[in-house]
């Protein structure tokens, strides 16, 4: 079955860190972009990072710059998200998704342009609360 499966996500204190997971299945991940996303009730889906197929460029949301770190590990087929120094405001449920149409720039908004996305996982929850 071709898919991604997020993990890692948790009820954790403001300052903490996890590190979350994305894991392939089905498909070579080194070939794809990968992008993590989240999404909190009632707000719109926000792309935090994003990491280049071709050379792991790295990028990140201006929310989370300097806090998150995305990573690849190709032999594992597997995309990690380590966040540190959690605020309340980063709660929310947490996806990722291979890029099939635009960059990385414009996944997290440092560019303008449309993206597509494909083989979404399920997600995995971050709460972040004292």
């Known amino acids: 079955q071709v898919q991604l499966v997020e993990s890692g996500g948790g009820l954790v204190q403001p300052g903490s860190s996890l590190r979350l997971s994305c894991a392939a299945s089905?498909?070579?991940?080194?070939?794809?972009?990968i992008g993590w996303f989240r999404q909190a009730p009632g707000k719109e889906r926000e792309g935090v990072s994003c990491i280049s197929s071709s050379d792991g460029t790295t990028y990140y949301a201006d929310s989370v710059k300097g806090r998150f770190t995305i990573s690849r590990d190709n032999a594992k087929n597997t995309v990690y998200l380590q966040m540190n120094s959690l605020k309340p405001e980063d709660t929310a449920d947490y996806h990722c998704?291979?890029?099939?149409?635009?960059?990385?720039?414009?996944?997290?908004?440092?560019?303008?342009?449309?993206?597509?996305?494909?083989?979404w996982g399920k997600g995995t929850l971050v709460t972040v609360s004292s």
């Open positions: 089905g498909f070579t991940l080194d070939y794809y972009a």
């Open positions: 998704a291979a890029v099939i149409l635009g960059s990385c720039a414009v996944v997290v908004g440092t560019s303008k342009g449309p993206y597509g996305m494909k083989y």
